[in-house]
C-alpha cells in the first residue's frame, strides 16, 4: 500500500474489526473509496474473512510495517485491551511515514496513546451507534500536533457514516458520551416502554412496534429536517386541554426534566470513572 498525503486518496489501516470498523469501512467502500486504500487487522480469521469478501479489502491476522505504512492509523479495539494493542503497535510506527492515530476506543486518553505511541497527531473520537445505519454523529478532539489535513481526513473518514463535530477540550468528551454516545439507550427505552404499554392495553404486539418504532423515526426526522427546536415542536403537538398535554403532566408530575439530568449525570460520572481507570493501564505498558 501506498503512502499517499492526498486529501482524496490517504490510505488507513483499521487495527480491530468489529461492528464500528465495519460501519466506518462500509461507509468509505460505499461511497466509491478504493478498497486498495483500506486494509484491517483483526486476529479473528472468521472477522477477517467478512471483511475482505463484503468489501474487498485485505485483511491481515497481525500487526507488521505493511500495515502501519498508511496515512491513518484507525484504533477500533474494546478499551480494555488497548494497552496491549499498542504495545504491538509502537515497534512498527516510525516517523517517516508518522501516520495520524484515530481512536474510536472509549475511555482513553489523548495523554495515554501518546505515551505509549510517541508524539503523532492524535484524535480521539466519541461516535455512536447510529453509526452503523449511517446516521450517527462523533465527536473529535485531537492533540496540538494535529495539521489542517489530519483534520480533514478525520472529518471525511468519521463523516463516512454521519456529522461530525470537534470540542476544544477533552473533558468535554465524557459529557458527549452521556448524551449522544448513550444516548441512542434512551430512545431506545422510551420506545420500549411504548410498545409494553400499547401491548398492556390492547394493542398486538406486530402494531405496537410498528406504531412506536415509526413514531419514534418520525420524530427524528423532525427534529433533523425542520428549523425549529425540540421545546417549539413539543409545543405545537401540545394543545391545551388535549391528550398529549395529559401525558406530558403525568411525566412533568413524576420529574421527568429531572430523571433525565441525573442520568446523564450519572452516565457522564461513570465515563469519568472509566477514563481514570483506563488511563492507569497503557502507562504500565509504557
Known amino acids: 500500500m501506498l503512502y499517499n ?7 488507513m489501516t483499521f487495527v480491530g474489526g468489529g461492528h464500528m470498523a465495519s460501519a466506518l469501512i462500509g461507509g468509505l467502500i460505499g461511497s466509491d473509496v478504493s478498497p486498495e486504500r483500506v486494509q484491517v487487522v483483526d486476529p479473528s480469521a472468521e472477522r477477517r474473512e ?28 474494546k478499551p480494555q485491551i488497548m494497552p496491549e494493542v499498542l504495545a504491538q503497535i509502537r515497534p512498527h510506527l516510525s516517523n517517516d511515514p508518522c501516520p495520524m ?10 495523554h495515554a496513546i501518546e505515551t505509549a505511541l510517541g508524539p503523532r497527531p492524535v484524535v480521539r473520537t466519541m461516535p455512536n451507534t447510529p453509526a452503523l445505519v449511517g446516521a450517527g454523529i462523533t465527536a473529535l478532539v485531537s492533540n496540538e500536533a494535529l495539521e489542517d489535513t489530519h483534520r480533514q481526513w478525520a472529518n471525511d473518514l468519521m463523516g ?7 470540542l476544544d477540550d477533552e473533558a ?3 459529557l458527549v458520551t452521556a448524551i449522544s454516545g448513550s444516548g441512542p439507550a434512551y430512545f431506545f427505552a422510551l ?35 425542520r428549523e425549529a427546536s425540540a421545546a417549539l415542536l413539543r409545543q405545537q403537538v401540545t394543545s391545551p386541554g388535549g ?13 421527568f426534566a429531572q430523571i433525565v439530568d441525573e442520568a446523564v449525570s450519572a452516565a457522564q460520572a461513570r465515563s469519568q470513572a472509566l477514563g481514570a481507570q483506563n488511563a492507569e493501564q497503557p502507562s504500565k505498558e509504557s
Open 5 to 11: 498525503r492526498g486529501m482524496h486518496a490517504y490510505t
Open 50 to 77: 467478512l471483511l475482505a469478501t463484503k468489501w474487498g479489502i485485505s485483511a491481515h491476522a497481525a500487526l507488521d510495517e505493511t500495515a502501519t505504512q498508511v496515512d491513518v492509523l484507525i484504533l477500533a479495539v
Open 101 to 110: 492515530i484515530i481512536s474510536v476506543a472509549s475511555g482513553i486518553n489523548l
Open 160 to 166: 463516512r457514516v454521519g456529522e461530525c463535530v470537534w
Open 172 to 174: 468535554d468528551i465524557d
Open 191 to 225: 420506545t420500549e416502554h411504548l410498545v409494553t404499554s400499547a401491548i398492556q392495553h390492547g394493542l398486538s404486539p406486530t402494531i405496537a412496534e410498528q406504531l412506536a418504532h415509526q413514531t419514534a423515526h418520525g420524530a427524528g426526522q423532525m427534529l433533523k429536517t
Open 243 to 255: 391528550t398529549t398535554e395529559a401525558a406530558l403532566n403525568v411525566l412533568n408530575q413524576n420529574q
